[in-house]
């Protein structure tokens, strides 16, 4: 299938540079002089949104509300990566379909940023009572959820500023100083999730779900208990792991069960019933909704209505 690619990527860029157009809502407008930029995921779209503002024509590749982890390129996006002057991806192992398209265009005029390569990484984790994966990864899986501590966010910024600065110096000033009002508020946002955590009665969360927040958690010092793997494809779990989950509720009388967005809630469900706690929201920013999206809701709300949540899980 991967060595068809090529053959396959001419074909569908004629068919594609033919019906040009569409997604706009998620494209740039189009601003003559301005940057164009290309991201594959909302938190790095955001962060562009927020650092050169008119100055890129900026694309969102993945569509609001869909799934991340599954994502298709069209023949558009590929086009719209090969023109792009900045192109943003996260670097982990959602993300084969970017080494396909990078293979097969010219990238000698492209600046190509992976978000795991601004931060240190940390491996997958499986915990007690998570469910194994059932296929078995080649070498180390890093997690590549990377955006959801506020502090890898501030080194994913800087990274994405010196990227743009790089390319179009003339607006580097402008550029530097949108990025060092955002950094403040990253450090405001930092603050006022340490501070629930210090004045916590606990350090556990439950995630009746997938946890991408293996680095939001490192930076806290949370301990977890989830269904799943971070980027786990399984949707369906065993009735021991949500029997453990269950009695560790139960156990440690924790008052919130966590979903993330896009879930389809069902093992949070189950163990809210059995247990009485409260479920919720913890939004992992992946994605957004549509709704959400043509609400211009920004990474920064997300992560502001998640420090209500975590001080209702930890109280
Ligand atoms: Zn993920």
């Known amino acids: 299938m991967k060595r068809l690619f090529p053959a396959i990527f001419i074909a569908l860029f004629f068919t ?43 694309t969102l590749l993945l ?42 265009i010219d990238t000698s005029k492209i600046k190509i ?29 890093y997690d590549e959820h990377v955006w959801t501590s506020p502090k890898n966010a501030a080194l994913i910024v800087q990274a994405i500023t010196d990227a743009l600065c790089g390319i179009d110096g003339a607006n580097a000033g402008l550029y530097r100083q949108n990025t060092a009002a955002y950094l403040a508020a990253l450090n405001e946002l930092d603050g006022e999730f340490q501070t629930v955590v210090n004045n916590a009665r606990r350090k556990t969360l439950v995630f009746g779900d997938r946890f991408p927040f293996r680095y939001f958690a490192d930076a806290y010092g949370l301990s ?19 029997a453990f989950l269950i009695d560790k509720v139960k156990d440690e009388k924790i008052p919130v069960v966590f979903h993330i967005e896009l879930s389809n809630e069902k093992i949070a469900d189950t163990i809210a019933e059995a247990t009485g706690a409260k479920k919720l929201l913890f939004h992992a920013c992946h994605n957004i909704t549509r709704r959400d999206f043509d609400n211009g809701l920004t990474y920064m709300d997300l992560q502001r209505n998640n420090v209500g949540r975590l001080r209702e899980a930890l109280q």
């Not at 601003?31 to 562009?48: E, K, L, M, Q």
């Not at 390129?73 to 590929?78: A, F, L, M, N, V």
């Not at 977890?224 to 949500?242: K, Q, R």
């Open 113 to 141: 940023l992976a978000l795991m390569d601004a931060v240190e990484v940390v491996e997958e984790e499986i915990v007690e009572g998570m469910e194994e994966e059932e296929e078995e990864e080649e070498g180390v899986a």
């Open 224 to 242: 977890y208990f989830a269904a799943f793997l971070g980027c786990s494809t399984e949707t369906e779990c065993s009735a021991a792991t949500i």
């Open 63 to 104: 569509p609001p509300g869909a799934e991340s982890h599954s994502f298709e390129p069209t023949p558009q996006d590929i086009i719209r990566v090969q023109n792009s002057a900045l192109f943003i991806y996260v670097g982990g192992e959602s993300d084969e379909w970017v080494d396909r398209i990078l293979d097969s």
């Open 16 to 58: 594609a540079a033919l019906s040009a157009g569409g997604q706009k809502a998620r494209s740039g407008a189009g601003n003559p002089g301005a940057v164009n930029v290309v991201t594959t995921i909302f938190p790095s779209y955001d962060f562009v949104r927020v650092i050169a503002g008119d100055k890129a024509n900026l």
